[in-house]
């Protein structure tokens, strides 16, 4: 399998694309039709200009009056009504309102927005200064500078930076992702996110990319592609991330002048992901101040979460020797008891057990790990648990996810849900995400599959390659839980080695 081609099954969505025609095909429509099908879709077209440029410059746009976008959207609609929508190059005030007419009725749809790029000087578009009300807009630093009426070098100072992209949000943006290539830091590109919910910071480092054409357009499109594929917005920004930093990567001259991104499938490598940084874990980063990692832990093997000290106890008889201790709701003078007697058990053992969210209390008694869901993050003393030199795991359920899980550099990620869990009512994983996650993680870090694991479904895992899995229900429900143990442990045992 060419795994650089591998694409989602069934019926292609549709992405309408809008925007100018490059007729170099470096950037515009061109570009953005090529990376819709690489990923997966088919694209659709309506063009606002054709402009007069090659690979070394940008001379004009002229716009195209006839026929006219409202009429060009019903057309396209009554035969491939898109399932998410880019705009790009907005030539004038008529445009811009048959576009804005257009996205109004249809504001269910996923829209992406991407302003000209700074790099079209005699350009002078309406796409600078008008937002789309509702699309995800996404301007690079000269374009956001532009539209603030700032001194791009005033977007230097993150606090502005992140003022100016919720300036934009409040002006009616579903969501804001500045984009931070023109950034002045040598080693790393920070880009922005930030929507009504949820903000964040995407970090990679710095590339030497000499072919980078159309990397705003290929950045929108790819993002509207993963939109209408149905991922999260959080994951199709991370994933589009991917996407076009591995095009940088591989970019390759198109006659005389720089060549563009690459269209390259779907990312399939770790080092094009980005991490995920929170407002906190950023500006410490940003002041210079390294974050310590966490120390690393054994392959956790049979991994089994128990709700008791008599569990614990029994599972440690039996010879799990990688276990977690998860009771919610404990008050604090019991709490601290439990969790006691719990460090103890397990250091007698000379077992890995790690403790479920009270991480004050793990901290403070000492304790071998803890394991933490992602609500947990935000407000946790991370860096004092790495310093004490405890152990981290942290549950992931999507790209997103585990990119802002590895910026907290843990012991281990656990992946899931594999499948239908009686225990916790999470989404199980298409079969081909779990695989492609697990087969990028897995040589940076163990990986611990879960969620409705057991003697039945285990065999459905062993050929990915997975060595670790977290059971709750497949030994504390079993008959005989000791005998759940050896035959899940043997299985483990007889899984295939990792790529």
Request: charged letters at 15%; glycine letters at 8%; one cysteine or more.
């Amino acid at each position: 399998m060419n795994h650089h081609r591998q694409t989602r099954t069934g019926p292609r969505p549709v992405v309408c694309a809008i925007g100018g025609i490059d007729p170099s095909g470096h950037a515009g429509l061109l570009a953005d039709l090529r990376t819709l099908a690489d990923l997966g879709c088919h694209g659709s077209a309506i063009p606002t200009s054709i402009t007069l440029q090659n690979g070394h410059s940008c001379h004009s746009a002229e716009p195209l009056a006839q026929p006219g976008i409202s009429e060009l959207w019903r057309t396209l609609a009554a035969d491939t009504p898109a399932r998410a929508v880019k705009v790009g190059l907005i030539c004038n005030s008529a445009q811009f309102e048959a576009i804005s007419a257009c996205q109004r009725a249809n504001a269910h749809l996923p829209w992406v927005q991407d302003p000209v790029s700074s790099a079209s000087q005699n350009l002078r578009v309406l796409a600078r200064t008008r937002l789309l009300p509702g699309a995800v807009f996404t301007p690079n630093l000269p374009e956001l500078a532009a539209w603030a009426g700032l001194d791009e070098q005033a977007l230097a100072c993150p606090k502005t930076l992140t003022a100016s992209a919720n300036k934009a949000l409040a002006a009616g943006a579903q969501a804001v992702w500045v984009k931070g290539g023109h950034g002045a830091q040598a080693n790393w590109v920070d880009s922005y996110f930030c929507s009504s919910n949820q903000q964040f910071w995407l970090r990679s480092p710095r590339l030497n990319a000499p072919h980078s054409r159309g990397t705003g357009c290929v950045l929108a499109s790819s993002l509207a592609a993963f939109l209408a594929h149905g991922k999260a917005l959080a994951d199709a920004v991370v994933l589009a991330h991917a996407y076009v930093y591995r095009g940088l990567r591989l970019g390759q001259p198109v006659g005389t002048a720089p060549g563009p991104v690459a269209q390259t499938g779907e990312p399939q490598a770790l080092e094009d992901f980005p991490l995920c940084l929170t407002q906190a874990q950023y500006e410490t980063l940003h002041a210079g101040v390294g974050t310590p990692p966490f120390a690393p832990c054994p392959e956790p093997g049979l991994y089994v979460l128990v709700d008791s000290l008599p569990w614990l106890r029994r599972l440690l008889k039996s010879g799990v020797r990688t276990l977690q201790l998860r009771i919610k709701n404990l008050q604090a003078s019991e709490r601290l008891q439990v969790i006691k007697q719990a460090i103890a058990l397990g250091r007698a053992h000379k077992a890995q057990v790690y403790i479920n969210d009270y991480w004050e209390d793990a901290l403070a008694l000492g304790a071998y790990g803890v394991h933490l869901g992602q609500e947990d993050l935000a407000d946790t003393d991370l860096p004092a648990l790495a310093r004490a030199g405890l152990r981290l795991g942290i549950s992931c359920h999507s790209e997103y996810e585990w990119c802002r899980a590895l910026a907290c550099q843990p012991s281990y990620l656990a992946l899931g849900a594999a499948f239908t869990s009686h225990t916790k009512a999470v989404p199980v994983l298409e079969p081909r995400d779990l695989q492609h996650w697990h087969r990028l993680l897995r040589p940076r870090l163990p990986v611990v599959v879960i969620g409705g694991i057991n003697a039945h479904t285990l065999p459905r895992l062993l050929p990915m390659g997975v060595q670790s899995v977290a059971v709750i229900n497949a030994v504390t429900r079993a008959e005989n839980p000791e005998a759940a143990v050896r035959g899940l442990q043997s299985a483990l045992a007889m899984a295939p080695p990792p790529e």
